[in-house]
């Protein structure tokens, strides 16, 4: 078994788009040519060439595509594959995993020839190229969660422990024993996001939790969540899955 499930070669027309959608698998992404646009867990990125991506299950994203349009390696991840990144590149969660790494478009590209073999060996080629890329994209995620400071990860335990609760940037920065503007920008830098967005995140992840295995009403789940009412929890979940509550719940039905 390589670990590797439906690896593919996608290509996309220039200046074309997808409308917003989801898969109900985990997808990784990786960019081997052209350059698009996506919006995905309430942020819009722009890939590029070198760039590793994956998209959860169920997550709704939508794809806008530049001048060249795009090419990109496709593939799904095992189960103890998945628990190995998860468990040492500790997020799979939407973010971009790499950024403009050149020794994965190396990888990527010498994939891409693999598969245009169309040989018996082909795929097998591929698949162990495929996973010499993961191992590559987790080692770079690993040793970014251990250039965490400590500081920041008492931040971040803390936001976990309790993301429900309200907190001002002023009381983590006095966790962390940092400046608020320090503390925001260092957020931002290791973690690609606001500490607003990875809060929001957190509530509407448990959100979506109970939306799917319990059957309380949508202002008991928001107030539980840490929303002020059904209109705000309607609103953060939309930024995030594109999609309201309630039909969220219903497609997991």
């Not at 189960?79 to 190995?84: F, I, K, N, V």
């Not at 990888?107 to 190229?129: K, M, N, S, Y």
């Not at 009403?217 to 309607?234: K, Y």
């Amino acid at each position: 078994m390589s670990g590797i499930i439906d690896l593919h070669v996608s290509r996309y027309a220039a200046h074309g788009s997808m409308a917003a959608h989801a898969h109900d698998e985990a997808w990784f992404c990786l960019v081997v040519a052209g350059r698009y646009e996506e919006r995905l867990l309430g942020e819009t990125n722009e890939h590029d060439p070198g760039d590793l991506l994956f998209c959860p299950a169920h997550t709704t994203h939508a794809q806008r595509f530049g001048n060249e349009g795009a090419r990109k390696v496709i593939f799904a991840v095992d189960a103890e594959t998945t628990g190995l990144l998860a468990e040492h590149a500790a997020r799979l969660d939407g973010r971009p995993l790499l950024r403009r790494s050149s020794d994965l478009l190396r990888l990527g590209r010498r994939i891409v020839e693999q598969l245009a073999f169309g040989d018996p060996f082909a795929t097998l080629g591929a698949e162990g190229l495929t996973m010499e890329a993961l191992a590559l994209a987790g080692r770079g995620l690993d040793q970014r969660s251990r250039h965490e400071p400590d500081w920041l990860r008492r931040v971040r335990e803390y936001l976990h422990d309790d993301p429900a609760s309200e907190v001002t940037l002023e009381q983590l920065a006095a966790i962390a024993s940092r400046h608020p503007v320090h503390l925001a920008r260092t957020f931002r830098t290791v973690h690609e996001c606001t500490i607003g967005d990875y809060v929001r995140r957190l509530r509407v992840d448990r959100a979506a939790s109970l939306l799917r295995t319990t059957r309380r009403t949508l202002l008991d789940i928001a107030l539980e969540c840490g929303f002020a009412g059904a209109s705000q929890f309607s609103r953060s979940f939309r930024a995030v899955h594109a999609i309201t509550p309630t039909a969220w719940r219903q497609a997991q039905r």
